[in-house]
């Protein structure tokens, strides 16, 4: 099995961003005709074909997205790609928007024919403000050889790309916070039911795909289904692009099928740990996702993998930590990031995160007590099951599976231990 | 209809329901702080978690249900769920409830007795707020008391159309502040004080002024009258465990004689006063192509609206003070006249539904003898606090009656409490001053509940009247809106700022249930019929005031004591 596979990213490096011609060359458009030709059930037979899920972290299956989008009956509907790629650790949308922007705009258009929309438009963060440039100049390109607001391959499919900036906010990359943000309010997350496919910017049923999903959707109708699909394992078919960061030689964004373990993701692709240090620990799918000790890494990276360890796939950022980093220096930067992010409209994300920040910076400091732990345990319990939106909900993530894997570490920075009753595994 | 299990019990409700509802049905109680059955669904508090059938939780205030549903509602996952973020709550809350006005009648103390929650089990109680706001004359925003729960956002935005109020920042920073985070007194407050009710927390309440109250009680050399608002009388109960619209006129007034009242006397009266001067006022508009429609004045909520935020229509109001103003003046000319006494050893009390009256009663032109006329307003809540502070058994107390000369009203006073009494009690008068004729029915019913406007039309002579009631200001803002492209079809249009009336006034007790304002309207009603006389021009007390001192409606002393003017509360820069 190949380590590294390109499809997704097979056209990086290949063309300048503004040049059509030859993304047309290297097969451009050839999945919307396609998509065009062959009809809405077509592209969704081969999404089910590919089992593509949604790339921004949730792992949706977007064929079932898709169908029960398609059938949605609505005076206006429109498309949007999630392009807000706040997720720390994560970098993989920023390349494609560089290095294949077409591939991108194909891949909202094709989702645009199946939806029923005439009008998409891109959410890309503000801190990609050069990128939000040179989308625009591929947009007008896009203009002038009429692929964009004309009739396309001779039927009558018309369609329009806005870019939008975001104003940096974590949470609007979370669909209803990004509507939100689009209707020109602040960036917080709608009460599900009605979810944004029903109603959504406007009102009007929208749908949302990652950037990944949508190079990808181009992707697999381009190469064909099983073709996409012989790659990977059983249950996680093809590719996924990811990011690897950290305490490796080599970080970047790479395109791996899926089933290829960890540790060959990060010895043989990234290139090894720096100065051949011990692994301490990984962090999946970005900053909301838990911490995995280094001795765990011979798991196939996969959805059913790591799933069934506790883990997940989630963005595709694979974060390395080796042995010269404590747990609790890192949780204490996770935490004040979901502390700067966290957008205060409910009482678990805003006061459990005020409150565990205040805790664990006494591990920090070494005033912490026993009972401390079994505190912080709570309250990232309460956040876990009753914040509102997703990042209350995984914001304590990373620190839950530090108490399960790491629980010493914690105990060896707590200043009194003989105060506290409370024995190592009580709390368990 | 939709069946489900909840706690193991079936349950049949229709789709449109949320599990909090269903539960209600079963007489479960889940647990709610950011939720409000007279606003939409904010899901902020998360303190309605339940328990679904795959184990999860989910919140039970936006959660519809659904066909074979089973929700549990009190396991131990429930429970730890719910107590865990009423202690998140708590630990960012000043804990101080001795010292707050809510202490016992707050939704979030309430709770933590019910999960047995005694003190703060996180170590500090961190308290980040904004400090205390006290811009102004009517109400307080206590930050550090503050829940996030977003009620009085929703009231101040989608019922009264006022919008001052907002969430800003985020994360912990997270704070409902007035726009552009100014003190409130400079912002478009109007001071309805409807906020104040739904808080669930004493986070916003009115400034505190029973101290003044004893202060004057206490000082020999003043003479001290009190004043009595028609909506006080069907609602101040409440307060002491008696049922909403239990009317208790002679308690009120036999209390305020215990408390140390040289005289009490009825803001009726002066309701009566106003219908005549505001009748006569729009007949002449009406006969001498004045500004039409003419607007009511009574409500100071609403003085503020108009004069905040449409300043070009100000020539539609009536230019009569309200009732509470005119019996200020009259308390310190003719009464002090009568009494011989000097006005300034006169302190009038006003004892009112309202918040916004505080505001009203502190405007510079109101003072007719140099000093403002009323001295000190108190709200239905204050006035309870100083009969429980006195030791008074209001429930047992026996009825007293009203002093002379502003003690005799007629129902048509009375009715001012509720939305379209005013209006009813106007048509009253007018109909019978212009014609001449007895009216056979005097009930105006189309004028009367809790539909948000209402019209009617009444024919005067050869004239056929059109009239329109609107209260809340949500509502008020419609009519204005018409007003102000020279679009209204009435001639007369009354407007309450509060829902429901001054019954539902910013100063009022919390309602309990739904159903409380309407009972209070009910029993305004019922004071009406019981009276002698229910036309305000019938009332022997107001001919006499005529006779010994006004002259005639709108004449030069009415003028003078009666009658006001307006302006932009904030005039455009040149």
Excluded at chain 1, 376 to 400: D, N, R, V, W
Excluded at chain 2, 244 to 262: E, H, M, N, Q, Y
């Amino acid at each position: 099995m190949n380590r590294v596979q390109a499809f997704i990213t097979a056209n990086f490096d290949c063309y300048e961003y503004n040049d059509i011609d030859r993304y047309i060359e290297l097969g451009g458009f050839e999945a919307l005709k396609k998509a065009i030709e062959k009809g809405s059930d077509y592209v969704i037979d081969e999404l089910r074909t590919a089992d593509i899920k949604g790339r921004g972290g949730a792992g949706y299956p977007t064929w079932k997205k898709w169908a029960i989008g398609h059938k949605r009956q609505a005076e206006k509907k429109y498309v949007v790609c999630n392009a807000d790629e706040g997720e720390p650790g994560t970098f993989k949308d920023r390349e494609l928007l560089k290095k294949d922007p077409f591939k991108v705009i194909e891949g909202m258009m094709i989702s645009g024919f199946v939806f029923g929309a005439s009008k998409g438009f891109i959410y890309i963060r503000e801190e990609y403000a050069y990128i939000q440039e040179t989308f625009k100049e591929a947009l007008e390109v896009m203009r002038e050889k009429k692929y964009l607001g004309h009739p396309v391959f001779g039927s009558d499919f018309v369609f329009e790309i806005e870019v939008f900036s975001g104003a940096g906010a974590y949470v609007c990359g979370e669909n209803s916070s990004l509507i939100e943000s689009m209707e020109g309010r602040v960036g917080r997350p709608r009460i599900k039911s009605p979810r944004v496919g029903e109603k959504g910017y406007l009102g009007y049923p929208t749908l949302v795909n990652n950037v990944e999903t949508l190079a990808g959707v181009t992707t697999v109708l381009l190469i064909g289904a099983e073709r996409y699909a012989q790659y990977g394992t059983q249950e996680s078919p093809g590719t996924k692009v990811i990011c690897v960061s950290g305490n490796v030689k080599n970080p970047g964004v790479y395109e791996i099928p899926f089933g290829v373990t960890l540790r060959e993701i990060i010895y043989d692709i990234a290139g090894g740990v720096e100065e051949g240090r011990r692994i301490k620990f990984l962090q999946l799918g970005g900053i909301s996702g838990p911490l995995m000790p280094g001795n765990m890494i011979d798991i196939g990276y996969s959805y059913e993998a790591l799933e069934q360890e506790g883990f997940s796939v989630g963005s595709g950022s694979i974060l390395v930590a080796d042995e010269t980093n404590r747990v609790i220096d890192f949780l204490v930067s996770v935490s004040d990031f979901f502390y700067h992010e966290s957008c205060g409209k409910c009482v678990p994300c805003r006061e459990g995160k005020r409150q565990l920040t205040r805790l664990l910076k006494k591990f920090v400091s070494g005033t912490a007590k026993g009972k401390d732990i079994k505190t912080i345990e709570k309250i990232a319990h309460t956040m876990k099951y009753t914040s509102f939106c997703g990042l209350g909900q995984t914001a304590p993530t990373a620190l839950l599976s530090a108490i399960k894997y790491f629980l010493p570490e914690f105990w060896n920075l707590v200043g009194d231990k003989e105060v506290s009753r409370i024995g190592e595994g009580e709390w368990k | 209809m939709i069946q489900l299990k909840i706690d193991n019990k079936e349950v049949t409700v229709p789709k449109t329901y949320t599990i909090l509802q269903a539960a209600k049905e079963l007489h479960i109680n889940i647990p709610t702080l950011c939720y409000h059955p007279a606003q939409g669904i904010k899901g902020n508090c998360r303190i309605c978690m339940v328990q679904d059938g795959h184990d999860r939780l989910i919140p039970a205030c936006s959660t519809k249900v659904s066909d074979g549903m089973t929700i549990l509602t009190n396991t131990k996952f429930v429970r730890e769920m719910q107590r865990g973020v009423l202690e998140l709550i708590l630990a960012n809350h000043d804990q101080d409830c001795l010292k707050c006005v809510r202490n016992g009648k707050c939704e979030l103390q309430d709770l933590c007795e019910r999960f047995n929650i005694s003190k703060n089990s996180f170590e500090e109680n961190q308290i980040s707020a904004h400090k205390k706001d006290k811009s102004n004359q009517a109400i307080v925003r206590d930050y550090s008391k503050c829940i996030k729960c977003g009620r009085c956002v929703e009231t101040c935005s989608s019922v009264q159309n006022v919008n001052i109020l907002a969430f800003a920042n985020r994360s912990t920073a997270y704070e409902i502040v007035p726009n552009f985070d100014r003190p409130l007194g400079e912002t478009e407050c109007v001071y309805c004080g409807q906020c104040i009710k739904i808080c669930p927390v004493g986070a916003i309440y009115e400034k505190n002024d029973t101290e003044q109250v004893l202060d004057a009680l206490e000082d020999e050399s003043l003479h001290v009258i009190a004043q009595i608002a028609p909506a006080v009388r069907v609602s101040i109960g409440e307060e002491f465990g008696l049922e909403p619209g239990a009317v208790t006129t002679g308690k009120i007034v036999a209390s305020l004689k215990r408390l140390g009242f040289d005289r009490v006397f009825d803001t009726n009266f002066t309701a009566d006063l106003t219908i005549l001067e505001e009748g006569t006022e729009f007949i002449d508009r009406l006969k001498n192509d004045g500004v039409l429609p003419m607007i009511t004045s009574c409500s100071p909520g609403w003085i503020n609206y108009i004069e905040g935020f449409a300043p070009e229509a100000l020539d539609h109001l009536s230019t009569c003070k309200s009732p509470q103003q005119m019996f200020g003046a009259l308390s310190k000319t003719y009464y002090a006249d009568k009494e011989g006494l000097h006005p300034s050893k006169i302190h009038t009390v006003s004892i009112m539904p309202c918040v916004a009256k505080k505001f009203e009663a502190k405007r510079p032109e109101m003072s007719s003898f140099g000093s403002i006329d009323v001295d000190t307003v108190i709200t239905t809540r204050e006035f309870a606090q100083l009969i429980r502070l006195a030791g008074i058994d209001f429930e047992r107390v026996e009825d007293e009656e009203f002093d002379e000369p502003f003690g005799i009203a007629s129902g048509a006073g009375a009715i001012f409490g509720a939305t379209g009494g005013v209006m009813e009690a106007a048509l009253r008068t007018v109909y019978e001053v212009m014609t001449g004729e007895l009216l056979d029915q005097i009930d105006f019913k189309e004028v009367r509940g809790l539909e948000g406007i209402k019209e009617a039309e009444i024919q005067i002579e050869n004239k056929v009247i059109k009239v329109a009631v609107a209260h809340g200001l949500g509502n008020a803002s419609k009519l204005l809106e018409q007003v102000k492209v020279g679009k209204s079809p009435y001639h007369f249009i009354e407007i309450m700022a509060c829902t429901g009336g001054c019954i539902g006034g910013g100063g009022q007790p919390i309602e309990k249930s739904p159903d409380t304002i309407q009972k209070r309207i009910e029993a305004i009603y019922q004071v009406d019929c019981n009276k002698d006389f229910r036309k305000s021009h019938e009332n022997p007390a107001i001919k006499q005031l005529y006779e010994e001192f006004l002259g005639q409606p709108l004449g030069e002393r009415s003028h003078h004591l009666l009658h006001t003017h307006y302006k932009a509360r904030f005039p455009k820069e040149k």
